[in-house]
């Protein structure tokens, strides 16, 4: 499966982006699709994730509350809608694509290009 990523762009502290990940190969509802991020000079972190079939959802705390994660698998699109940004939400944001559910970038085998995100205070 490829995986693109758009969406990201300057915004200031308290604005609001979606990000968009658009698949093309083979259907998104066969993967768990997370989002992951990072930072300059930092390791990538987790973000966020959504299972498959139920829909179920998990963040991390520092975006819990105001980033939601969904899916179109009719437009096999995943989306990351992010309110009350921050300046510490300046990153480079990737999709990411695993057969199971998993925070670890290590778990995900397909990868977008990444969207910078920057967030100024």
């Known amino acids: 499966v490829q995986l693109q990523a758009s969406g990201g762009g300057l915004v200031q502290a308290g604005g609001s982006l979606r990000l968009s990940c658009a698949a093309s190969?083979?259907?998104?509802?066969?993967?768990?699709m997370g989002w992951f991020r990072q930072a300059p000079g930092k390791e990538r972190e987790f973000v966020s994730l959504?299972?498959?079939?139920?829909?179920?959802?998990s963040y991390d705390e520092s975006v819990k509350g105001r980033f939601t994660i969904s899916r179109d698998n009719a437009k096999n699109t995943v989306y990351l809608q992010m309110n009350s940004l921050k300046p510490e939400d300046t990153a480079v944001y990737y999709c990411?694509?695993?057969?199971?559910?998993?925070?670890?970038?290590?778990?995900?085998?397909?990868w977008g290009q990444g969207t910078l995100v920057t967030v100024s205070s």
């Open positions: 990411a694509a695993s057969s199971k559910w998993s925070v670890s970038d290590y778990d995900y085998a397909y």
């Open positions: 190969g083979r259907s998104l509802s066969s993967y768990v």
């Open positions: 959504i299972m498959r079939s139920d829909g179920g959802t």
